[in-house]
């Protein structure tokens, strides 16, 4: 489609010209050839050709967690064979999507074989957004045409931003092996990444063929790699943890296995290796001391033995639970010991079952620390493995209540430890049993990484 800005000058041209017949004036004729030359050098320094301009759009990641900032790269190509003095180009931003940085619309000045790039920045939300084709619309060097043309696109045309109801938010720390976490490196995979130079040895099946037949230049794709990630599940099942907010209700330690169970077959079907640490119970399988531990597995056996020892750490607090009134109290007065002595208020007994742990755990292998996060254990854990190289998710069930002084303070004891775990650089996964753990889940992704939205 293409639009004129001198139709006046051809009206005028004709007008004069008419004018001239009419009144049989040459000097008519002389002046209608003045517009006339505006029109004819308008129409031919157009752009002529189907194939102009060529466009590729790069995303940072088409797979963002809800509320994740995403870096658009769209890069135009001039195809023309000659120079394009003004192309104005505007990306097809899905229309549910915002941009929080720079702009999807420019003006572009490209020379012969020239490319440019356009870059915003824009929010991720839940669900698939598929791009539009850009709007690209070129003029000619006398601007007097421009025409709209179709502009074909290479690489992302879709943000897919998925979280199914038990994921958890891991981290871009994985193993060796393929798997369904996305990595920030190209490769071979289903998703793209990027485009390079081609290099002998190249398989045929990622050789970018549409542009070897426009071009006759190889170049071959790289996909985003996807690789599996080592996560072990670490429930806090210590007396400690054993407390309720009110009597009848669900123990800190129950919900943290039951966090811990919802998450074992989900990560396990998206091809993660996953184990299981339970603190507060020896191993009721190999009776091994505290923690108790199940190493990586896969099978009917190994998810038999992940069941029995998160039944062992619910069998475990079954008992009467503390409230956590009385474990505020009973918590502040061994502070106040521990202070009193010039010592750290965590137990001796704690100290050797995170060293004991911490040797454990390989090292690229990130921990879910399933906790109700009442006391400093679950911060001293984290501590010690982020030193160690691991990336820390926290999932931490709310088991406090502000209806009394006592559940006041022990729900400001709990909001703190929930501050130390992220300056930990702990993900935190803040779960009030009121609300579906997916839930927390989902509204967790949306907050996390700065709280950027």
């Not at 009848?248 to 990560?267: I, K, Q």
Request: net charge negative; aromatic share 4%; proline share 7%.
């Amino acid at each position: 489609m293409s639009q004129s800005r001198f139709t006046g000058g051809l009206l005028a041209a004709l007008a004069l010209a008419g004018a001239g017949v009419a009144s049989g004036r040459p000097a008519l004729f002389v002046a209608a050839v003045i517009p006339l030359v505006f029109v004819l050098y308008g129409a031919l320094s157009a752009p002529r050709g189907s194939d102009t301009v060529r466009v590729t759009r790069d995303l940072s990641t088409e797979s963002p967690l809800p509320g994740d900032r995403v870096a658009v790269e769209l890069t135009v190509e001039n195809v023309s064979g000659g120079a394009l003095p003004d192309v104005r180009v505007a990306d097809g931003v899905p229309g549910d999507i915002r941009v929080v940085d720079g702009s999807p619309d420019a003006a572009l000045a490209l020379p012969a074989d020239g490319t440019a790039t356009v870059e915003y920045t824009i929010v991720s939300d839940r669900g698939q957004f598929p791009f539009d084709s850009p709007t690209v619309l070129v003029r000619g060097a006398s601007a007097t045409n421009a025409r709209t043309v179709d502009a074909p696109v290479e690489g992302a045309s879709e943000l897919n931003c998925q979280v199914s109801v038990a994921d958890v938010p891991l981290r871009r720390q994985t193993t060796a092996y393929a798997g369904t976490l996305p990595t920030d490196s190209g490769g071979p995979g289903i998703e793209f990444h990027s485009t390079r130079e081609y290099q002998r040895g190249d398989p045929a099946s990622r050789i970018n063929w549409r542009r070897y037949a426009k071009t006759g230049e190889l170049s071959t794709v790289n996909y985003r790699e996807r690789r599996a990630a080592a996560v072990v599940l670490a429930v806090d099942a210590r007396d400690a943890s054993d407390a309720t907010a009110h009597s009848g209700t669900p123990s800190g330690a129950s919900l943290s296995a039951y966090a811990a169970a919802r998450a074992v077959e989900p990560l396990e079907t998206a091809g993660h290796r996953v184990s299981l640490a339970v603190f507060g119970i020896d191993d009721p399988v190999t009776g091994g001391t505290d923690p108790a531990w199940v190493p990586p597995g896969t099978g009917d056996a190994h998810h038999a033995r992940i069941a029995t020892v998160l039944d062992a750490a619910v069998e475990g607090g079954a008992g009467d639970s503390e409230s956590t009134t009385e474990r505020a109290e009973r918590e502040s007065t061994e502070q106040s010991a521990a202070a009193a002595d010039g010592g750290s208020w965590l137990g001796a007994d704690d100290d050797a079952h995170i060293d004991r742990f911490a040797e454990r755990v390989p090292p690229g292998t990130q921990v879910v620390v399933c906790s109700p996060a009442l006391d400093e254990f679950p911060v001293a854990l984290t501590r010690r493995l982020a030193a160690d190289g691991h990336h820390v998710t926290a999932v931490s069930p709310d088991v406090t209540a502000t209806d009394t002084p006592g559940r006041t303070l022990a729900a400001t004891d709990r909001a703190l430890s929930l501050s130390d775990l992220r300056a930990a650089g702990a993900h935190v996964v803040d779960w009030s049993p009121d609300e579906p753990l997916a839930s927390a889940v989902a509204r967790a992704t949306t907050t996390i990484r700065g709280g950027q939205r």
